[in-house]
């Protein structure tokens, strides 16, 4: 490196230090430890070692750099805004407030140079797992001889709190097995968490470990920022393994007490800590500029006049000199970048296919053939829904590419799997299909590192209870709207023989508790095929699929004659969530309303027909696809679903525990409130009560 | 070891494939795969390695044994037969059924040898460093120079799939940093999982990376069994690190077809492969005796006698050589135990003291004196509740020596620390507190292994949001019914400038759903302390203590006068999990109900006045600390409370997603159902429409 250049990386740091400490101090609130003690890495990163363009911040090839220790936003959003990304100072000035760019934790936005939302800790790190296979898929799918569309690498920087989570071992197990070598993760290694020094409880050595699940470590300090420049370029070009560099930094580096303390990892710094830093900072002349000389030498004034400063509407100091240096990676980085266009403008010439293909992939609709397959699925005989599920991924994944994924080391069991693709490996993304190994809560954040680029649309799958070893990175799903598919099978207490650990009770409502997630669980073959059609249309966020373990009876046998055959009007039905499936006499007013998921729906129709027979009553059987859907139908369409003053008896195994106090008094709930059990499922159904003859009986008490 | 020994341990080895074989043939259902290939480790440990005491299965100084792949669970049962322990060879042929002691997976059950439930993965080697740490508290609690009380070993087998999930990572990085010397973990190393080869998912050096981790590792062949045994014995007395024997097995070891393949993991072998097996085991000559040297020859014949025998209410067959062998190690293991009660004795005269306190962590009671201090909890200003629930801890664990816990790594947040006392390190377990790191998952399944034995009662901590992270051990910490205290600060949007990710939605409805979960949300410092009270008072099963990041107005400013001193009766109600808290005028019915939990119980009030202000109504106010407790009051209760026909207003900030669809017209929500914002807690607080005004301008709509 130059010595100009080095001289202008330190200015660029202490601004980013600056930019930092002032934004976290005037919303009085953030995290100045990171930003402070990893300013020159990202520099080392945006500066030099990254390839992107701020103008088409969607490029395909572009590296990504994910920041998995969030809660470090400052250092991100002030990379970003040297850079020429569309957030200025003054959207760094509104640090954490209301509508702001610059929220709290990076909020995904891939126009604004986000890639990921990140916070929770571990999940960054997940999700640059999935996006590092991603661009192996890519290249692989599309690269050509001469003309490499993807050779992207992604770029993570993670604390000791990304460290400790299990889901970052899970995610590097993972990555060192599929020898991920566009991946380098950067270990901020500051020994100081949020309760103290990290010799408190976290005293393992990571790189060892990490070179135990097959990754390249390096170590570097970045006192020396040549070393570690040169270390980073160096991994780059390092092939066969991802890459960890474990980098020895300070945190809060710049201020003068709460350096290198946990003091400063979570709060702001206070102005004479500021005012410290402006005085021994290699941009003193900036505030000497503004406040005076003698202002910046007499710290107890310096501080008073940050303060006046910082607490003010104005925006914060610019320094020209800052971004025009930083400013200089873009032209750098304008050649690359048109080598790439004449690159892809070649192979749309000389691939023609393989470019429809990959237009295809980036526009993605759901085709005539495609819907009519599902919407005209039918099983001959009674068949449990994750078979079905497992033929309706098939039909979609037959006419979607881009439909990749696995499951954690239960295909046999959910099916979910690309029949007739490989499984990817080491040396061969060509595969559709993913052995996650038993790592669900990694197999979900980087199915979601899959979905991030809006090109791949994932599944994962596993035991529905085993949901909750996942739900971290089923969140952020739902918060960031992947198109994220998850499949989870063994639905309820007929899981049977493997006991209460393994029945799912109370996941269903927990899922459906989660803002933007749609839940599915379907009451047939047709439903379940109904439910991945949805999924395809609507394709703005994660769904989940909840299946059966047992058989079924199909539609065509439940539905009455008449209502089989318009499939567009049924679905139409289907998309609201619930709507009436059968009725004995639709000419007067039900005298009982059965509802049901799931297996509960073919229940309901069981009950009915004893009802039916024993007590010569009209009854409505509701089927309950998704009460998410449903719930956000108007009141209207539900008092004619549940018509108000007719009893009802809603019938699911699973749990509404507590909040069923609040319903309607019409309605009687058949739930489960207790931990299943051990016996085949047929004998746990029953022990709950979970037949047409003692739903009956309870019917009728 | 000697010949004779060497011939009784194969056939011991043998006999337990037989007990498995054919119970999980008779279940049709099961995982024979390590009870085959894990027999031998199963005999070294329960015949030579583990001292224990049929007799006394809750002596407080045995060796545990931790079955952390608990889907070999017929290897335990039939270990437990073989040695003594109350299941019988009728209980191994009810393996799977309703009601028998032999369920699917290894059920909590101390009285009979079960020390913990596992079956999700992970989980059960996570509970052994916790019943390690316990080992090593209780050692330098009670432990006199020659007055050794405690000084047991916790064996935990686990296998590929405990492994691979991240639970195991953050537990054995935990168990490195604290020395625990008193675990030994075994790696059951088959190579096979149940989707085939691990070569397809989990290629990492497992030896390694424990060692990365601060273990000492061990390799083993389980054909060399002199040199297993010996590995076993010697790890036993290193000292300083946890310690890992890596021993490679073969899966299914004993049958055919099947042996080394992902087929005998999770399915019964079949009478062909049960033929196969007695034909070439150590214990042909049971099978002759029974069916006549012939038909044990031909192996057709001998497959449907089997199965005839399987098929059949009659008990497996019974190999008194086999038990009798075992049993040997009862009688050794008493001699061991007869000086551990007169060293119990000499300790009870010479130290009063500490044997006195040593029964107190046995029979735990709440004090007057403790119950009149949490009774009488006042703050005298606005004050989070969770600052309020570090002191109420704080005076139980004055009170309670048995209480002992922590954090993960967020401590100055949730104040979840006991004062004054130190925190635990490898060198010094005399301290209350554990500093668990970023490891929530491990955090919780190590405060359940705590929980176990029940002498200590272990709080757990984090932000609610990170509820996610460690539910998986939640939930078994209400199936095990574990007295075991979850404290969630930061518990809803309120939370503010951290955003979304750090602000629980749906966190709330997911705990309440968990079957035996009491979930706390105080309005109050009162309710607070009414909170740890009740949770003391029950012990019988975990609660969680969900408490605000924001100030909250004491219940005393809130009280109307007249109610406030009389705190037994508060409390009583506060039991109930919902009351009337407060009402315009008693002597005639309310036109409104406001409830509310939480800091909304505040706001409801607000609310009352100004409805009362402005709209001269009669309003009640009812404050909802526990939906789960309230649900259980009968119907009159309730109707009391809520009075069908008046409108009500639940005010939670928190979702009621989906299921609120079903609740009473009578009941207007005032819920969220979207990701929070970051921005500061008021703002995003009214934005969200959680302002008196807001609420009141709803309500008038």
């Given at each position: 490196?130059?010595k100009t250049?080095?001289?202008?990386?330190?200015?660029?740091?202490?601004?980013i230090?600056?930019?930092s400490?002032?934004s976290?101090?005037?919303?009085n609130?953030?995290?100045?430890?990171?930003?402070l003690g990893?300013?020159?890495?990202?520099?080392?990163?945006y500066?030099?070692a990254m390839r992107?363009?701020?103008?088409d911040?969607r490029?395909?090839?572009?590296d990504?750099?994910?920041?998995?220790?969030?809660?470090?936003?400052?250092?991100i959003?002030?990379?970003?805004?040297t850079?020429?990304?569309?957030i200025?100072?003054?959207?760094?000035?509104?640090f954490r407030?209301m509508?702001?760019?610059?929220?709290?934790?990076?909020?995904y936005?891939l126009?604004?140079g986000i890639?990921t939302t990140?916070?929770?800790l571990g999940?960054g790190?997940?999700?640059?797992?999935?996006?590092a296979?991603?661009?192996?898929?890519?290249?692989?799918?599309?690269?050509?001889?001469?003309n490499t569309?993807?050779d992207y690498?992604?770029?993570?920087?993670?604390?000791?709190?990304c460290?400790?989570?299990?889901?970052?071992?899970?995610a590097?197990?993972?990555?060192?097995h599929l020898?991920l070598?566009?991946l380098?993760?950067i270990?901020?290694?500051?020994?100081i968490s949020i309760?103290?020094?990290?010799?408190?409880?976290f005293?393992?050595?990571?790189?060892r470990r990490y070179?135990?699940?097959?990754?390249?470590?390096?170590?570097?300090e970045i006192?020396d920022i040549?070393d570690?420049a040169?270390k980073?370029?160096?991994?780059?070009?390092?092939?066969?393994?991802?890459?960890l560099?474990?980098?020895?930094?300070?945190i809060g580096?710049?201020v003068?007490?709460k350096k290198?303390?946990?003091?400063?990892?979570?709060?702001p710094?206070?102005?004479?800590?500021?005012?410290y830093?402006?005085?021994?900072?290699?941009?003193r002349?900036?505030?000497?500029a503004?406040f005076?000389?003698?202002?910046?030498?007499?710290?107890?004034?310096?501080?008073?006049?940050?303060?006046?400063?910082?607490?003010?509407?104005?925006p914060?100091?610019?320094l020209?000199?800052?971004?025009?240096f930083?400013r200089?990676a873009?032209?750098?980085?304008?050649?690359h970048?048109a080598d790439?266009?004449?690159?892809?403008?070649t192979?749309?010439?000389?691939?023609?296919a393989?470019?429809?293909?990959?237009?295809?992939?980036?526009d993605?609709?759901?085709s005539?053939?495609?819907?009519?397959?599902l919407l005209n699925?039918n099983e001959?005989k009674?068949?449990?829904?994750?078979?079905?599920?497992?033929k309706v991924l098939?039909?979609?994944?037959?006419?979607?590419p881009?439909?990749v994924g696995?499951c954690a080391?239960?295909?046999g069991?959910?099916?979910?799997?690309v029949?007739g693709s490989?499984?990817i490996?080491?040396?061969?993304?060509s595969g559709?299909?993913?052995a996650?190994?038993?790592?669900e809560?990694a197999?979900?954040a980087?199915g979601?590192?899959?979905?991030?680029?809006r090109?791949?649309?994932?599944f994962t799958?596993?035991?529905f209870?085993f949901?909750?070893?996942?739900?971290?990175?089923i969140?952020l799903a739902?918060l960031?709207?992947?198109?994220?598919?998850f499949?989870?099978?063994?639905?309820?207490?007929?899981?049977?023989e493997?006991?209460?650990?393994h029945q799912p009770?109370?996941h269903?409502n927990?899922?459906?508790?989660?803002?933007?997630?749609?839940v599915?669980?379907?009451?047939?073959?047709?439903?379940?095929a109904?439910a991945?059609?949805?999924f395809?249309?609507?394709?703005?966020?994660?769904?989940?699929?909840?299946?059966t373990?047992?058989?079924?009876?199909?539609?065509?046998?439940?539905?009455?004659?008449g209502?089989?055959d318009?499939?567009?009007?049924?679905?139409n039905?289907?998309?609201?969530g619930?709507?009436v499936?059968y009725e004995?006499?639709k000419?007067?007013?039900p005298d009982?309303i059965?509802s049901?998921s799931?297996?509960?729906?073919?229940?309901a129709?069981?009950?009915?027909?004893?009802?039916?027979e024993?007590d010569n009553?009209n009854?409505?059987?509701v089927s309950l696809?998704?009460?998410?859907l449903?719930?956000?139908?108007?009141?209207?369409?539900?008092d004619?679903?549940?018509?108000?003053?007719?009893?009802?008896v809603?019938?699911?195994?699973?749990?509404h525990?507590?909040?069923d106090m609040?319903?309607?008094?019409?309605v009687?709930?058949?739930d489960i409130?207790?931990?299943?059990?051990?016996?085949?499922?047929?004998?746990?159904?029953?022990?709950?009560?979970?037949?047409?003859?003692?739903?009956?009986q309870?019917?009728?008490n």
């Amino acid at each position: 490196m130059k010595k100009t250049d080095m001289i202008n990386l330190k200015k660029s740091a202490d601004y980013i230090r600056y930019l930092s400490l002032a934004s976290i101090q005037r919303a009085n609130s953030g995290h100045p430890g990171l930003p402070l003690g990893c300013a020159e890495l990202g520099i080392l990163l945006y500066r030099y070692a990254m390839r992107y363009n701020p103008g088409d911040s969607r490029w395909i090839n572009r590296d990504r750099f994910i920041l998995s220790a969030g809660h470090g936003s400052m250092l991100i959003y002030s990379l970003l805004h040297t850079i020429g990304y569309n957030i200025s100072l003054e959207d760094l000035g509104k640090f954490r407030q209301m509508g702001s760019k610059t929220a709290g934790h990076p909020e995904y936005d891939l126009h604004d140079g986000i890639e990921t939302t990140t916070g929770p800790l571990g999940q960054g790190f997940a999700n640059a797992v999935g996006i590092a296979i991603e661009g192996k898929m890519e290249a692989q799918r599309f690269n050509k001889k001469n003309n490499t569309l993807f050779d992207y690498t992604v770029y993570t920087l993670m604390g000791d709190g990304c460290n400790m989570e299990g889901i970052s071992y899970e995610a590097g197990s993972m990555a060192g097995h599929l020898g991920l070598d566009n991946l380098i993760a950067i270990y901020d290694s500051n020994h100081i968490s949020i309760d103290g020094h990290t010799d408190i409880t976290f005293t393992e050595d990571v790189g060892r470990r990490y070179e135990a699940l097959g990754w390249h470590v390096e170590y570097a300090e970045i006192a020396d920022i040549q070393d570690t420049a040169n270390k980073l370029e160096a991994l780059r070009a390092l092939k066969g393994k991802p890459k960890l560099l474990i980098v020895k930094t300070i945190i809060g580096q710049g201020v003068n007490k709460k350096k290198d303390t946990s003091g400063i990892h979570g709060s702001p710094a206070g102005y004479e800590e500021i005012a410290y830093f402006v005085q021994h900072s290699t941009i003193r002349d900036l505030f000497e500029a503004q406040f005076g000389k003698e202002a910046v030498a007499d710290t107890s004034q310096l501080a008073s006049l940050l303060e006046k400063q910082i607490k003010s509407e104005e925006p914060l100091l610019p320094l020209p000199a800052v971004t025009q240096f930083m400013r200089e990676a873009v032209d750098l980085n304008k050649q690359h970048y048109a080598d790439w266009e004449k690159t892809f403008r070649t192979y749309q010439q000389d691939f023609q296919a393989e470019y429809n293909q990959l237009s295809a992939y980036r526009d993605f609709a759901v085709s005539a053939e495609l819907e009519a397959a599902l919407l005209n699925y039918n099983e001959a005989k009674p068949t449990a829904t994750r078979n079905i599920s497992g033929k309706v991924l098939n039909i979609a994944a037959a006419h979607i590419p881009q439909i990749v994924g696995g499951c954690a080391d239960l295909v046999g069991s959910t099916k979910a799997e690309v029949s007739g693709s490989k499984y990817i490996d080491r040396n061969d993304f060509s595969g559709r299909n993913i052995a996650f190994g038993v790592r669900e809560h990694a197999m979900g954040a980087v199915g979601n590192g899959l979905a991030l680029n809006r090109m791949f649309i994932p599944f994962t799958s596993t035991f529905f209870t085993f949901f909750d070893y996942m739900k971290p990175a089923i969140r952020l799903a739902a918060l960031m709207k992947l198109n994220h598919m998850f499949i989870f099978s063994h639905d309820s207490i007929y899981v049977g023989e493997d006991g209460p650990t393994h029945q799912p009770i109370e996941h269903l409502n927990a899922l459906r508790m989660i803002p933007d997630m749609i839940v599915f669980r379907p009451g047939s073959d047709l439903e379940t095929a109904f439910a991945m059609l949805y999924f395809l249309k609507k394709m703005n966020g994660p769904a989940a699929l909840i299946t059966t373990r047992q058989n079924l009876v199909p539609a065509v046998f439940q539905l009455p004659e008449g209502r089989k055959d318009n499939r567009s009007d049924l679905y139409n039905q289907f998309s609201r969530g619930g709507y009436v499936f059968y009725e004995t006499n639709k000419s007067t007013p039900p005298d009982i309303i059965l509802s049901g998921s799931g297996s509960e729906l073919g229940l309901a129709l069981e009950t009915a027909t004893l009802i039916e027979e024993r007590d010569n009553k009209n009854v409505r059987v509701v089927s309950l696809p998704s009460l998410e859907l449903l719930s956000t139908q108007d009141r209207e369409y539900r008092d004619g679903l549940f018509i108000p003053g007719v009893p009802q008896v809603l019938i699911e195994a699973a749990s509404h525990r507590a909040v069923d106090m609040f319903y309607n008094r019409d309605v009687t709930v058949i739930d489960i409130q207790s931990f299943g059990l051990s016996a085949p499922g047929e004998t746990v159904g029953d022990h709950f009560g979970f037949t047409a003859e003692k739903v009956y009986q309870r019917i009728k008490n």
